[in-house]
């Protein structure tokens, strides 16, 4: 692997790693909030994202590289209401797919063929959590205040 591909996937290690900061800190919110489904389905998303970053650590690592975690930012910590939280989700979600995407690009452009067969991976997932963040704002604004008490209990149902 290039120095530059391994710098942009510890870059986006880093990346993962807030993600998984910012869900546990809206998990933690909501969980304040009386919220105990959505938080517990955020907890899961906060584990799933420090996931991804082991996952891109090792690969560093099996390829040669050397994984590096740096500094990680703050994240926020209020957002509002349930929908405010989830629309911030899907936000959030699809930043991180345009991350990916240009990783796969400086992958492709680095003509490192391995690196971008495994981002690609990465690519199909960071689709489905788009889409299933969508589908729960969604699910938000047409059910309303009353039918967010089914969401909650829904997504408190994620394994």
Not at 9 to 31: G, H, R, T, V
Not at 43 to 54: P, V, Y
Not at 119 to 141: C, D, H, M, P, Y
């Amino acid at each position: 692997m290039t120095e530059k591909l391994v710098q942009a996937i510890n870059d986006q290690i880093i990346a993962e790693l807030w993600s998984s900061n910012l869900y546990l800190q809206m998990s933690l919110y909501l969980k304040a909030e009386g919220w105990d489904g959505c938080a517990h389905w955020l907890e899961l998303q906060a584990a799933e994202e420090k996931e991804h970053a082991m996952t891109m650590a090792d690969y560093i690592i099996k390829r040669g590289g050397r994984a590096k975690i740096g500094m990680i930012d703050t994240v926020p910590e209020g957002w509002g209401s349930v929908a405010d939280v989830f629309e911030h989700v899907y936000k959030h979600e699809c930043h991180v797919s345009a991350l990916i995407d240009n990783l796969v690009d400086i992958a492709s452009s680095e003509k490192d063929k391995a690196s971008q067969d495994f981002l690609w991976g990465f690519v199909r997932e960071q689709v489905e959590e788009e889409a299933t963040a969508a589908s729960i704002v969604s699910k938000i604004k047409n059910y309303g205040e009353l039918g967010l008490h089914m969401i909650d209990s829904e997504l408190g149902q994620r394994q």
